[in-house]
C-alpha cells in the first residue's frame, strides 16, 4: 500500500502548506481576540521545524489549524495539495486520521486498552483488516523500543513508554506529516532526551516531514528551522 506521503511528493505537493492563516475568537466581554495573523508556512517533505513562542502565543492553535482539527477564520491549510476548507466533516475526519500523526504532551491513549491496541486505533477506523491493523502495530511497537510492552496498558507503562507509544500510533497510517505539541513536556531530562532522539530518527528513517512545538530549546536546535510566533505572525531565528 503506498502512503500518502509518497503519493503527495510523487505529484510534486508539499506536505502541508498554510497560506494567510487567520484565527480569531470573541472575548467574555465581546471584543475580538485576534490570536494569528497572516500566518503562512510550507513543509516540503523531510523538512524539520520547531515553533517556539510564549506561552498563550497561539502555538497549539496553529498546530491545531496544520493538523484539521480546527478550521481557520481565513486562509487556508493544504495536506498534499488538497485544500482542508474545502472537505466536508467525515472527508475531514478521514484527511486527519490518514495524512496527520500527532503527538501531545499528554499522551491521550485510551487507558481501557492495550499499548498494540491503541497503537491499531487509527488503522482500524481507516477501514484496515484487524490482522493487518495488529501486524503493523506490533512492528512499530518494536520500532519504538516497546515490542516486550505490548499488552500492557497505559496505567502499566512509565510516562516515556505512554509517549512511545503515542508516537508509534502516530505513524500508523503512513502520515504526511507528523504534528508534535511540547511532547516532552511531561517527561525528565533524560527520558525527554531518549524520546527527542526517536522523533529525529523516524524522521531521518521515513523522510517524515515533522512539526514540533515546544518550550525545549535542546528540542528546537535539532530542527532545520526555527520559527517564533511573536503578535500572531511567525518569524525565522537566526541558523540553527
Known amino acids: 500500500m503506498r502512503s500518502a506521503m509518497t503519493e503527495a511528493a510523487d505529484q510534486g505537493h508539499a506536505p502541508v502548506e498554510a497560506h494567510d492563516l487567520e484565527k480569531s475568537y470573541v472575548g467574555g466581554d465581546g471584543s475580538r481576540i485576534d490570536v494569528l495573523r497572516g500566518v503562512s508556512l510550507t513543509l516540503e517533505t523531510g523538512d524539520a521545524v520547531a515553533i517556539t513562542g510564549a506561552s498563550g502565543s497561539g ?49 491521550h491513549l485510551l487507558r481501557e486498552f492495550t499499548a498494540i491496541e491503541n497503537v491499531m486505533m487509527p488503522a482500524l477506523l481507516s477501514g484496515r483488516s484487524f490482522p493487518d491493523a495488529r501486524k503493523r502495530a506490533r512492528a512499530l511497537l518494536a520500532e519504538v523500543g516497546l515490542e516486550h510492552r505490548e499488552t500492557h496498558k497505559p496505567r502499566q507503562l512509565s510516562g516515556g513508554e505512554q509517549q512511545r507509544v503515542a508516537v508509534a500510533r502516530a505513524l500508523m497510517n503512513q502520515p504526511l506529516v507528523l504534528l508534535a505539541d511540547e511532547p516532552s513536556g ?13 522523533l529525529f530518527s523516524i524522521r531521518e528513517k521515513r523522510d517524515l516531514s515533522l512539526i514540533v512545538v ?6 528546537a536546535t535539532r530542527a532545520d528551522r526555527i520559527l517564533v510566533l511573536e503578535e500572531g505572525r511567525l518569524q525565522p531565528t537566526a541558523g540553527v
Open 214 to 219: 515546544t518550550h525545549n530549546r535542546n528540542l
Open 186 to 198: 511531561n517527561l525528565d531530562a533524560s527520558t525527554s532526551l531518549k524520546l527527542h532522539d526517536l
Open 59 to 107: 502555538k497549539s492553535t496553529l498546530l491545531h489549524l496544520l493538523g484539521a482539527l480546527d478550521r481557520p477564520t481565513a486562509g487556508k491549510v493544504l495536506l498534499g495539495g488538497r485544500d482542508v476548507s474545502a472537505l466536508g466533516e467525515d472527508e475531514l475526519a478521514g484527511a486527519r486520521n490518514r495524512q496527520v500523526g500527532f503527538v501531545f504532551q499528554f499522551h
